[in-house]
């Protein structure tokens, strides 16, 4: 079926006209339809009700047209519910819900956007195919939003699956886009290719150069993502031509894209100048969504800080944690702070970058356990299953995990030591702390890779593992920092606990992964005496590895 587009005669927005069903228009900006055949007020020329056929075709295009601001979608998704109840289809109530659960989902509700969606794929099951598989695309992008992505894989198939093969071109792109980035984060690379040359194929018949736009975007930042800056700039170049072929200004997230690309193929100055409408706020007016603009600052910060135009690249930061603060963003903050440490390091401010590391690793580490536990509650609050309360159960003891180590992280090291100190504090036992920092593991990172150090950081995650068995714990505390917890150790039993794994670090077979390079340890020991709190034993322990450090590395100092 073909789609035409023209200008709505009420809001000016976009119209929607169906041949199907004759000269009828559809806004699906403002739902009025428009044309001879409609029954017209004789006032504004406008329909005051639909028909269950007209409004059918209203969600056709609803179900797949992005709204520029969350405020519009919400006000959109209200007025089809409000239209579907009277109506009294309920088919068309479920679609309309539907559209209101992926509004929920995008303005971050994702409970109350989820247990919609869950109820809805309920009925669908024995009612509707179509609602079946676009119930499955709104849950592919739930479990997306959860950080979930083997389920996003697998109800982005399903959705595939359950697709009727009469649909709109556009709705099967729609549900093509969401497989294509969902085998991609699984690894599936080949497989979303193929994906994205279908929508390319669909975009070229209906003429969407938005969507080709989009798909190519796609395709330029996925071959970024794998290192290939020949591919991307090829789809970065293709995509660029035909923007300028039909005259479309490209917004924020396609510059960021290009800068990406720019600073992978080493033209930092290229990155800077892609970006400096995006910093000047000159193209506010195209981006949808404003919390991706510190992300593009984030990208022009990089590309200053490689010239070596260090200023520049602080005063670009400044402005996006000035961004942050204003949208609450929390999680790009903690990206931001990874950037201002690598600022501080470029800059030979080695203090300060080592700070700024360590501010980072904690402020990700907390907030990744803060994730963790809503997924828990999301996911207990939607399916209320014995399946979701494992799952839950999962994201609760991952919230005490390292995602890279899988060790103990800061959050249940606190834990853990407060309450070892009242039991110390009553029995009278003794427990210690191991501070555990590798030798020189920035020079790891800049030497072999980041990649490399993060396979280190496994490596001594594993020693730490087999020495420090139940009731002992084993903990990252961010970066090249681990601590062991040792319940029953008094000082003499802990020095000689550390001696073993100072050595058993030393003396590993690391060739295979640093070459040349040695892989070493710097460890402090403290141990419990009554009235010290958990910073103050902490901070004992951190004192002895400095002096482990001063004395010249690889030993322990208690």
Partial sequence: MTLIQMQCR????????????????????????????????????????????????????????????????????????????????????????????????????????????????????SHHPYILARSHRHLSTFFELLGDMPRT?????????????????????????????????NGE????????????????????????????????????????????????????????????????????????????????????????????????????????????????????????????????????????????????????MQEKAELYAASGWYREAYEEFRSFHTESEKLRSKEREARAKVLQAVF????????????????LRDPLTNLYNRRYMDERVDELIRLSTASGEPFSLILLDLDHFKRINDTLSHEIGDTVLIHVAKILEAAAKEPKAAVRLGGEEFLVVLPDYDSKQALQFAEVLCHEIRSADWRPITGKLPVTASIGVSTFSEGLSRSRLLTLADNNLYQAKRAGRNRVAG
């Fill in 10 to 125: 009420g809001c000016h927005g976009k119209l929607v006209w169906h041949p199907d069903f004759g000269s009828i228009e559809t806004c699906v900006y403002c739902f009025r339809l428009w044309g001879e055949e409609a029954n017209l007020s004789r006032e504004d020329n406008r329909v005051e009700c639909y028909t269950p056929e007209t409004f059918a075709m209203a969600l056709d295009i609803l179900e797949v047209t992005h709204r520029t601001t969350i405020e519009s979608a919400i006000t959109l998704a209200l007025k089809a519910i409000e239209i579907a109840s009277m109506l009294g289809v309920e088919e068309l109530e479920m679609r309309a819900q539907l559209i209101h659960a992926e509004v929920m989902l995008r303005k971050g509700l994702l409970a109350e956007g989820g247990r919609i969606l869950q109820k809805i794929n309920g009925w669908a099951l």
């Fill in 153 to 185: 894989l697998e109800h982005a198939l399903i959705s595939i699956d359950h697709l009727p093969e009469d649909v709109l071109p556009r709705t099967r792109a729609n549900h093509l886009m969401q497989l294509a980035f969902a085998l991609a984060n």
């Fill in 189 to 336: 690379i080949e497989k979303a290719k193929k994906c994205d040359q279908e929508i390319l194929d669909i975009a070229a018949g209906i003429n969407d150069i938005k969507l080709a736009l989009k798909v190519l975007n796609n395709m330029a930042y996925t071959q970024y993502s794998l290192g290939d800056a020949e591919g991307a700039t090829e789809f970065v170049e293709r995509f660029r031509s035909l923007a300028k072929k039909y005259d479309v200004r490209l917004d924020p997230y396609f510059l960021d894209t290009i800068a990406r690309v720019e600073l992978l193929r080493g033209d930092y100055e290229g990155a800077e100048r892609t970006l400096q409408v995006v910093i000047d706020r000159r193209l506010d007016d195209l981006l949808s969504e404003v919390t991706f603009l510190p992300v593009c600052f984030i990208t022009a910060a990089q590309a200053q800080r490689l010239q070596g135009a260090y200023d520049r690249s602080q005063a670009t930061l400044d402005a996006a944690l000035r961004l942050c603060g204003e949208y609450g963003l929390t999680g790009i903050q903690v990206e931001i």
């Fill in 384 to 399: 209320e299953t014995k399946e979701a309360k494992r799952a839950a159960e999962y994201y609760r003891n991952m919230a």
